[in-house]
């Protein structure tokens, strides 16, 4: 059984450009969420998603930023014109539906954006 | 709204020797669950111990306990017989009963010193 799988690991962007970070949950998981981590700072929560639904985005910025979790394919974190403060390390997690779920989060390995 | 305080920023600790992680939570829910998850230097995020609050016996993992004081809102993570292995971030984390959301800690960084 396949852990959380994000990709791309490292991303490069030019001020202005756009990101797209991309989350696939381990399988027979319906939850989803977004951790920000910057340099010597901890998880900062953005978002929390199931298939096709939003729940919690209250994380977010409100501009600039957009989650989405499709009825096929893997979740989408989504940053348009990326400024050099987006740099950090963003974590995906998913977990099973309550109540089989454990209350464990399985993570990723994360993706480096790094904004020039 | 939960928050998660992890007050040591830094701790190191002796090869085999014990250490403790201190970790309180503000909460007015009466049920929820708390982690301590592991952030080695490789960064992927790995699940340590889990408590549920409705549990009052402290949990256990191998060389890992809790002290689980639900009145004082405090969660510290006793590492016994440390090891190397064990340098690594730690982050505390908070699950609501009701809303399956993760509320995590600043992290501390521990160092395991041969």
């Known amino acids: 059984n396949a852990g959380v799988m994000q990709n791309p690991r490292h991303l490069v962007r030019r001020r202005g450009q756009e990101a797209r970070l991309r989350c696939s949950p381990m399988?027979?998981?319906?939850?989803v969420y977004w951790y920000r981590q910057l340099p010597e700072e901890g998880l900062k929560f953005m978002v929390y998603?199931?298939?096709?639904?939003?729940?919690?985005e209250s994380g977010m910025p409100k501009e600039r930023f957009s989650a989405e979790f499709p009825k096929e394919g893997p979740s989408i974190l989504r940053i348009q014109q990326v400024v050099r403060g987006d740099s950090a390390a963003y974590f995906c997690a998913s977990s099973q539906l309550l109540p089989m779920n454990t209350g464990e989060l399985f993570f990723g390995e994360g993706s480096r954006l790094t904004v020039l | 709204a939960q928050t998660v305080t992890q007050s040591q920023p830094e701790m190191s600790v002796q090869e085999a020797e014990t250490v403790t992680l201190s970790c309180t939570y503000d909460?007015?829910?009466?049920?929820?669950?708390l982690f301590w998850y592991k952030q080695p230097p490789s960064r992927q995020m790995i699940l340590v111990i889990r408590q549920e609050a409705y549990k009052q016996q402290n949990a256990t993992e191998n060389r890992f306990s809790v002290n689980f004081q639900k009145a004082a809102k405090s969660f510290s993570l006793k590492i016994s017989d440390s090891q190397l292995g064990d340098t690594a971030m730690y982050f505390c984390a908070f699950m609501s009963d009701t809303g399956n959301q993760f509320y995590f800690g600043t992290g501390t960084s521990l160092t395991v010193i041969p």
């Open positions: 998603l199931q298939k096709e639904n939003i729940i919690d």
């Open positions: 909460t007015s829910e009466s049920n929820y669950y």
């Open positions: 399988k027979g998981h319906s939850h």
